[in-house]
């Protein structure tokens, strides 16, 4: 399947409101809200058991999908089979990018936007419910609940390789994704942090590569945050790269580009 020219494809899909995707505070004794574990569900290798779980493939090319519910995000598409398998038959790697606050990329998103076409890759940008993701609003649940129902979404039309999923992330959407990548270290094979403030995972599942990436005259989140995460990862056993460029509060393009290629070195 060749792609088609350039620029955005809208599509408007139909997603019910889900009673997990709501942030609540529990009563006393009451089960706590679904998603309150930061735990996601969404597996590949599980759909593909599922012959009719599958739904039909978008075509090739960088699409807008806005769901019945409001919540929005962004999937870049490669070329593919109508089986949803790569140009070649193989599976397709998947790449998560999460923004910071107030929806800014830092510039990560033309980065990973690049690397997804140049390496026949997904790239899964969904968007936060508010200014900034769940966990620093209160704890996880609208956005995580979102962010599952995404990857089920891409899943159920895509063959997705399950030993190649990246999660990564700008300033809050690099600690999002260090937060929700060492909890679901057995469906993210990479986590890439850039700018990272801290990370919050309630527990750690599986050994997931990290790299963070920081500028040392970062006058929002100083380069020391990014350093002691890296340090604190490397104490707990993950392998980490880390590394620090003369530059500020965004995303360089330079360390970027080899943080991402590191993706297909494996």
Known sequence: MTCSSGGYHHAILRLRPHRG?????????????????GRLHARPDLLRQIPHQRQPALDCGTHQLAFSDGRKAVLHVPPHLDSGSGAGGQPL?????????????????????????????????????STSWDMLRGGFGADLAFLDRALLWTMQRYQVDEQAMALAGFSDGASYAL????????????????????????????????????GRDDAVLPVHRGHDIAQRLVQEGYAVHYHEFDGAHLVSPAEAR?????????
Do not use: C, K
């Open 179 to 214: 937060s929700v990548g060492l909890m679901n270290g057995h469906l993210f094979s990479d986590i890439l942090a850039f700018s990272p403030g801290y990370m919050a995972p309630l527990r750690r599942e599986g050994q997931p590569r990290v790299a963070v990436v920081h």
């Open 258 to 266: 080899a943080a991402l290629l590191r993706l297909e070195q494996r």
């Open 93 to 129: 790697h998947l790449l998560v990018w999460l923004h910071g606050a107030g929806g800014q990329h830092g510039g990560g998103d033309q980065l990973a936007l690049a690397h997804a076409m140049r390496h026949g890759a997904l790239l899964l940008m969904p968007e936060a419910l």
């Open 21 to 37: 995707g709501f942030l609540t505070t529990p009563a006393p004794g009451a089960a706590p809200p679904p998603y309150a574990d």
